[in-house]
């Protein structure tokens, strides 16, 4: 199934976070609330995020409604909820893909994504950003940095009607493996000196940080390259760089301990 808006059906936990099946007001419980609350909070209409749709969420809803023209029932209906998961649906919208490569293509969506500031919601790898990502999965033990990078692969892949270079992973060890099976694996080692400005590294690629021959802790998209640095578009990372941050954000890296699959 797709994960593009106007493809065909998308794919089933993405259709849970932007279908609104019946309307969510005060008295709700379980993940229908959770939904509203997570994307109150991503707007600023801060809460606590309980599951428990009281008269918080309510006075919440309110305040978005009123916000946005919606009137101020503090029922959340589609019209309400449409205009919550906007973010989310912009970034689902294909893009053109005339005179794009699949390397270019995948920058357009990774810089649509960016535009939105994705982040993390209601705790550590948590939220709907992260379900997307992570095909619905979420929780502190889902770190989604791979899934990010697959999912914009994947974007790229479906607007372009070609498969992916590799088939994607929410591991980095798993990308790093699937990069050396198709040749595509290019070492810390191969970039030293001169070789950083070569003709390969001048489009899109995915970045490695390594921990060991063995093992590789974070990933993201490389999207421009000098001599001493590559600028990335990257999820659950933040300004410093953890490799447990909390968003999708841009940020200039060093080549140090890193390896490439190239696209």
């Known amino acids: 199934m797709s994960v593009l808006l106007g493809e065909e059906k998308l794919a089933s936990w993405i259709q849970k976070e932007v279908e609104l099946k019946n309307s969510v007001k005060k008295g709700a419980r379980g993940m229908a609330a959770r939904r509203v609350q997570e994307w ?42 449409q205009e919550l998961v906007a973010p989310l649906l912009q970034v689902l919208t294909p893009i053109r893909s005339a005179n794009h490569t699949f390397p270019t293509m995948v920058l357009e969506y990774a810089k649509a994504h960016l535009a939105q500031h994705p982040l993390e919601v209601g705790g550590q790898n948590r939220g709907p950003w992260v379900r997307v990502y992570m095909k619905g999965h979420d929780g502190a033990e889902f770190p989604w940095c791979a899934g990010f990078v697959t999912f914009i692969l994947k974007q ?68 421009a390259f000098t001599r001493d640095a590559f600028e990335t578009i990257e999820g659950n990372t933040n300004d410093e760089g953890s490799r447990e941050g909390y968003e999708v954000c841009s940020r200039s890296r060093g080549y140090k301990k890193k390896d490439f699959i190239l696209l």
């Open 40 to 81: 109150l909070q991503f707007h600023g209409f801060g809460l606590v995020i309980d599951e428990d749709f009281g008269g918080v969420t309510k006075k919440r809803v309110q305040q978005f409604q009123e916000d946005r023209g919606l009137g101020t029932s503090g029922i959340v209906n589609a019209a309400t909820f």
């Open 156 to 223: 790229a892949a479906e607007t372009l009607g070609m498969t992916m270079p590799i088939q994607g992973s929410p591991s980095c060890d798993s990308l790093a493996a699937q990069g050396k099976e198709a040749g595509l694996f290019m070492k810390e080692s191969a970039l030293t000196g001169e070789n950083v400005s070569r003709e390969y590294l001048s489009g899109t690629s995915i970045f490695l940080v390594r921990r060991s021959s063995t093992d590789w802790t974070h990933t993201g998209l490389a999207t």
